[in-house]
């Protein structure tokens, strides 16, 4: 297990996805590095009010501690206690077009205890559907799984519609993509080799779809839209991401974790769309649990 080369590549992944991202904008990403006291820190990429990206956090980030928090022993009770070491890159963009969907990638390691485990996924929620682009964005999470079993996709793909689920409003977040956890097995290379693939994937499964939809026009009805379907965007990360509840457990820098939050966003009360309308068609055809491949 070899701990200082998981942080070289997260940092390199961190590093070249600003690159390609600042390419796309035209802006620069602001650079905040921070120093956690209990251990470690992390570098955090914020880029507002760009061109492209009304907000878009692109994060790395290393804490070390005493003792596990709550959010990381809820299914291992036997690592309470114990001191550990987690790494990752996270990012989440929006766009300020509507059209534009929002993005969320992480890929992150655990090691506590002896005990090792790798985790991650991304995910596309769009304001606006498209079938081209959903179609894309899950044919590119397959590829990236592709090397690591034919069934990995599918199984991925299933848990990534349950966790990112609104059990409160009985809703997903978006269409969805892959997602992981207490990946451990067969062995430490292959958990990794399978991590990397994902990361360097993510470029290859959204820029395409940027690149469709950046310069559609809109008005303010769809910036409305966007608004409102964004409050869903903050629900879920303050009620149960667990990336969230584990970065404010173990004292991380509140500015960076809850960059992932949209700049702008609105709730009303009790609100329907229009039927036949774009925003009902999201709702019929987006939201729903489908086999986008």
């Known amino acids: 297990m070899n701990l ?23 802006g ?4 905040d590095a921070w120093v956690r006291p209990e251990g470690g820190g992390g570098l955090s ?15 790395f980030s290393r804490v070390r501690g005493a003792s596990l928090p709550a959010s990381a022993t809820a299914s291992r009770p036997q690592l309470a206690g114990r001191a550990y070491d987690a790494m990752g890159v996270s990012l989440v963009l ?24 790798f985790g991650g996924g991304m995910d596309l929620t769009p304001y606006y ?18 090397p690591f079993g034919a069934e990995r996709h599918a199984r991925y793909k299933k848990w990534c519609d349950e966790y990112f689920f609104l059990k409160h409003r009985n809703e997903p977040r978006g269409v969805g993509g892959i997602f992981f956890d207490d990946l451990n097995e067969p062995d430490f290379e292959s958990c990794f080799a399978l991590v990397r693939s994902v990361g360097d994937h993510l470029l290859a499964a959204y820029s395409p779809i940027l690149g469709r939809r950046r310069d559609l026009p809109y008005c303010e009805r769809e910036r409305e839209f966007q608004a409102y379907r964004r409050g869903r965007y903050v629900e879920f990360n303050l009620v149960y ?9 173990s004292g991380g820098r509140t500015e960076a974790i809850l960059m992932s939050l949209p700049p702008r966003v609105a709730w009303r009360y009790d609100w329907k769309p229009a039927p036949g309308s774009p925003e009902a068609q ?12």
Do not use: K
């Open 28 to 31: 620069r990403f602001r650079s």
């Open 129 to 146: 559907g498209f079938e081209q682009d959903a179609r894309h964005f899950h044919a590119t999470c397959r590829q990236a799984l592709a």
């Open 94 to 117: 929006h766009p300020r077009n509507p059209y534009c969907p929002t993005v969320h990638m992480n890929v992150r390691c655990f090691a506590a205890g002896g005990l090792w485990w």
């Open 241 to 249: 991401d667990r990336g969230t509840l584990f970065g404010l457990q």
């Open 45 to 59: 990429r914020v880029l507002e009010e760009g061109a492209l990206f009304e907000r878009g956090g692109v994060n």
């Open 4 to 26: 200082e080369a998981l942080s070289d590549y997260f940092t390199g992944l961190q590093e070249r996805i600003v690159a390609a991202l600042e390419a796309l904008d035209g």
């Open 282 to 293: 999201l709702y019929a055809e987006f939201l729903i649990p489908r086999d986008w491949l």
